[in-house]
């Protein structure tokens, strides 16, 4: 079934938290996740500087890619699509649209964080143009401080990657 990629609607909003809360459960054959907790709802990241996009398709919302501008860098925060529609393309329609949108924003690149050896994280970034940023910016360490609240560094390795606009 065909989706289409555009920025969320209030209507979208309730969707977010448990279609990530769902996707999440992908790492648990990976790693503990007991100790993420929930993410963010709809309305919380729809209130941060940045945008959200949502896949939609004719039941509903099957994927969101969160893009934050943090004090002018543009951050992919997270993918997240449901388990049953994984392999499907959508992470990568949501990916390629919101480097799309962040470019006709303006911005000349898209940086994120990411698990270094889970076959859907930082491989699937590389196949799609991001690159590992070594030595990670000054600017990421409150993104490095909050990965290490939850516990993310004990589950595997995490790496920066930019992709160029």
Not at 44 to 53: C, I, S
Not at 109 to 119: G, H, I, K, S, Y
């Amino acid at each position: 079934m065909a989706v289409a990629v555009r920025l969320a609607l209030a209507a979208d909003l309730s969707s977010v938290q448990g279609l990530e809360d769902a996707a999440d459960q992908l790492f648990a054959e990976l790693m503990d996740v007991s100790t993420w907790g929930s993410g963010p709802t709809g309305e919380e990241r729809a209130a941060e500087p940045g945008f959200l996009l949502v896949a939609a398709d004719a039941h509903g919302v099957v994927g969101f890619a969160h893009v934050l501008d943090l004090d002018g860098h543009t951050h992919l925060e997270q993918i997240a699509v449901l388990p049953e529609r994984t392999r499907q393309g959508i992470g990568s329609v949501l990916l390629e649209e919101a480097c799309r949108y962040a470019a006709e924003q303006g911005a000349r690149e898209v940086t994120l964080r990411t698990f270094a050896d889970v076959p859907w994280n930082a491989p699937f970034y590389a196949r799609h143009g991001f690159v590992v940023l070594a030595p990670e910016p000054a600017w990421m360490a409150p993104l490095q401080e909050a990965e290490e609240r939850v516990g993310l560094p004990r589950q595997g390795t995490r790496v920066a990657m930019v992709r160029h606009l």
